[in-house]
Every structure is written in structure tokens, then in C-alpha cells.
């Protein structure tokens, strides 16, 4: 079984720019998470969704803002980047069974200059 | 919301039984606990997780009292491969929405 995917790997931008991540679930779920991981510390909560629409939002500026596609993958866009944006960004989608078990993927490095 | 506290790091050595222990005062009727292991630039992979008393799969054991205050995470005969940070969690389902709140972690060295 695929897990969950994300693209790209690695990225390099800088300040101002803006990105676009990407994500696939596992097949068969419908609840895709984002979360940002600075290094050193645990992964902090930005987004999740659930059937295309939005379930909860961590404490992010609006900079931060993220989609659902019907086939269930899901983007995750930060404008205006600045140095501390700079993190492993991780997907994570899950079952609706209300259990929070959630499956991560490999995560994108985004490093801003 | 429901938040963690765990050791910050912890050392033990190969063949080694190893037990973490996580707080969570504030945990909620609805609340599971879930443990995650990640290793450096990989994503939190999937431990266990629970809801009371014991459950065990084929890599550890988690237990958790009565009060369900606090939860122990059991490694046994730990491996050098499994170095890594080790989180507790717990269900947090805030309103209009679903929040899964990860703490400092802890960061678990075997030594051979």
C-alpha cells in the first residue's frame, strides 16, 4: 500500500516569494493535516481537512492557507515568506473514525534565504 | 485544551527495556492517547494508541491508569534503531474543528 506522498522533497526560496506543497493521502482517506516542524521542537498543528473543507486551523497568519481536491490530495500555500517560515512541512491524512490516528508523510524541506 | 508532558530525553542501552511516561491532567472523555516515534527529517510514524487500561501490538505496550492522568509508553529489548524522538499525544477535538497538539516529544538514546 502507497503511503502518504508528498512533493516537493526539498525547496529553496526566498524572502517574499511564495510556495505551493503538495500532498496525496492514503487511498480511502478523507482527512488530510498540515503541520510545520521547526528543528529541535514537535510538529505544530496548521491546518486539517476533511471532505474538501476546512476542520481546524492552528495559530498561523493568514499567509498560510491550504485546499482539498475531490480526489482528496491537498495543497498547502504560504505567501509572503519569510526566514522563519523555513521548516519540514508534513502531511498527515487520516480515517474519519474519530480516533486521530493520523499517518505522516516524508515531509517537504522548505528553506527561505 | 489537552497538552503533554513528557521527560525530555532519556538513555538507555541495547536489550533494554525502556518505559515513558506522559501527563495529560487535562485529557477529555473522548480523548485517545497515541504515540508516534520520528527519526531525524522523517515524518512521526504511527506507534500506538489507546483509550484505558493496556493494549500491546507487536512493537510496545502502552499503559494507562484508571484516571487516565498519564499514560507509559514501553519499549521492550530496545534496538540502536530505535534512537529516536518519541511523542504522546492526545485527541484534542476543539470546536468546529479537529486539533492534534504534538508537545516537545522525547528524545530516547540507546546506547550499545
Known amino acids: 500500500d502507497a503511503g502518504v506522498t508528498q512533493s516537493p522533497t526539498h525547496l529553496i526560496k526566498t524572502r517574499g516569494q511564495h510556495v505551493t506543497l503538495r500532498c496525496s493521502p492514503i487511498?480511502?482517506?478523507?482527512?488530510v493535516s498540515w503541520y510545520q516542524q521547526v528543528l529541535g521542537q514537535g510538529p505544530q498543528f496548521i491546518f486539517q481537512?476533511?471532505?474538501?473543507?476546512?476542520?481546524g486551523r492552528g495559530n498561523f497568519p493568514d499567509r498560510f492557507s491550504a485546499r482539498q481536491f475531490p480526489n482528496y490530495s491537498s495543497e498547502l500555500n504560504v505567501n509572503a515568506l519569510l526566514l522563519g517560515d523555513s521548516a519540514l512541512y508534513l502531511c498527515?491524512?487520516?480515517?474519519?473514525?474519530?480516533?486521530?490516528?493520523?499517518?505522516f508523510g516524508p515531509g517537504t524541506r522548505l528553506t527561505v534565504l | 485544551l489537552a497538552k503533554t508532558t513528557q521527560p525530555i530525553s532519556m538513555d538507555s542501552y541495547e536489550g533494554q527495556e525502556v518505559n515513558i511516561t506522559c501527563s495529560h491532567n487535562?485529557?477529555?472523555?473522548?480523548?485517545?492517547i497515541t504515540w508516534y516515534q520520528q527519526f531525524p527529517s522523517q515524518g512521526p510514524r504511527f506507534i500506538i494508541q489507546g483509550y484505558k487500561t493496556k493494549v500491546t501490538n507487536e512493537v510496545a505496550s502502552l499503559f494507562i491508569p484508571a484516571d487516565r492522568k498519564s499514560s507509559t509508553l514501553s519499549l521492550p529489548r530496545v534496538s540502536l534503531s530505535d534512537t529516536a524522538v518519541y511523542y504522546c499525544?492526545?485527541?484534542?477535538?476543539?470546536?468546529?474543528?479537529?486539533?492534534?497538539?504534538f508537545g516537545a516529544g522525547t528524545r530516547l538514546f540507546v546506547k550499545a
Open positions: 499525544l492526545v485527541g484534542d477535538r476543539a470546536t468546529g474543528g479537529f486539533k492534534t497538539i
Open positions: 487535562n485529557i477529555a472523555t473522548n480523548d485517545y
Open positions: 487511498s480511502g482517506h478523507k482527512s
Open positions: 481537512y476533511y471532505e474538501k473543507e476546512e476542520r
Open positions: 498527515a491524512s487520516s480515517l474519519p473514525r474519530g480516533t486521530d490516528t493520523q499517518y
